[in-house]
């Protein structure tokens, strides 16, 4: 038989066991709960940032293609007044263009050479304009 203190010890034992595998196993939870949130904010930031790359990218499509077609226009129009409005149109496309550039880092595929022909001639557009 056993005496009264050795089962008080054999049931103290099996508590403390069981409270350190239930501190264990709420650990654990918080654990996997912190990694699921972190999980979760990369993802939104990934997503975040993808969106701001597209609106950046599709931007300076149509600022770029708005710069194109202003040249274009420049070099066929025939009046001051007309070549005035063509070069204002260039400046604001090409400052626009060098804000949507900003969105990108300068060391992704030569965009600062691209950055710096659309500031040149958004520059000289103004200059002329003036």
Avoid: C, H, W
Wanted: no cysteine.
């Amino acid at each position: 038989m056993q005496s009264n203190a050795e089962r008080k010890r054999g049931i103290a034992a099996v508590v403390t066991i069981a409270l350190l595998a239930l501190a264990t196993a709420v650990m654990t939870a918080l654990f996997v709960a912190a990694r699921s949130a972190e999980a979760q904010a990369n993802e939104d930031y990934r997503t975040l940032a993808e969106t701001t790359y597209r609106k950046s990218y599709y931007a300076l499509l149509y600022n770029m293609d708005g710069l194109s077609t202003a040249t274009d226009k420049l070099t066929v129009s025939s009046g001051k007044a007309l070549s005035q409005e063509y070069l204002a149109d260039i400046t604001s496309y090409s400052t626009a263009a060098a804000e949507n550039m900003a969105a990108f880092t300068p060391e992704e595929s030569g965009e600062g050479k691209i950055m710096k022909f659309i500031n040149q001639t958004g520059d000289f557009a103004k200059y002329l304009d003036d």
